[in-house]
Structures are given as C-alpha cells and as structure tokens.
Nanobody, 124 residues
C-alpha cells in the first residue's frame, strides 16, 4: 500500500502562485501515472492534471491549461503541481492520486490510491 502526502497548499491572492508537492512512501512509484484532482465545496471532484510514468505524456483540464504544470521526480517519489496565475475558481481541496496504469488519464477510476488533500484558497 502506498501512502501519499500532499503539501504546499495555502491562501494566495488572485494572480499568485503555489507549488503543490505529493510525496509517496510505502510501495512507491511502481510504473504508474500520477495525478492531481480537486474538489470545491458543492462540486464534484475534477481531474486537474495527470502525468504518465515516464513523464512524457500529460493531461490538463481546459481551465488550467497554460497556467498549471505537472511534473514528477521518480528518484524522489514525488509529483508536483506548479500553479500560476491562480484564480478564485481554483479554490478547492487538491488531492494527489496514484494511477493503476502507466499512461496519463483523466478518469478517476484509473487511480487507486489517494492522499488526504491540501486546501488551496485563492482570494479575489
């Protein structure tokens, strides 16, 4: 079983930046994709960005394209989400997830382990 611990969330003004990190421990980083999802109050969980095992392929939801960047360091068992030009609508709890397959995917059913989440609040 893998444990995923997110960090880097917080309160930021609109237009600002945050960098989320997700450190994996236990049965770590087998050859699978990693992803970031988010859930705002009263809304369904949404896939924000995912990255393949190799890092060669990524997926971004349209609303964050050009502003967010997902990356991973397999040697450190860590995945990152750099968030720039933040908007109030980015406010949510952000969750890190470990995929079941090597390819990047937007489908939450293809992710098997989840972190506890980190709150990101963007003030307008």
């Amino acid at each position: 079983q893998v444990q995923l611990v997110e960090s880097g969330g917080g309160l930021v003004q609109a237009g600002g930046s945050l960098r989320l990190s997700c450190a994996a421990s236990g049965r770590t980083f087998t050859r699978v994709a990693m992803g970031w999802f988010r859930q705002a109050p009263g809304k369904e969980r949404e896939c924000v960005a995912t990255i393949s095992w190799s890092g060669d392929n990524t997926y971004y939801v349209d609303s964050v394209k050009g502003r967010f960047t997902i990356s991973r360091d397999n040697a450190k068992n860590t995945v990152y989400l750099q968030m720039n030009s933040l908007k109030a609508e980015d406010t949510a709890v952000y969750y890190c997830a470990e995929g079941l397959f090597p390819h990047a995917t937007k489908w939450s059913r293809e992710f098997g382990s989840w972190g506890q989440g980190t709150q990101v609040t963007v003030s307008s």
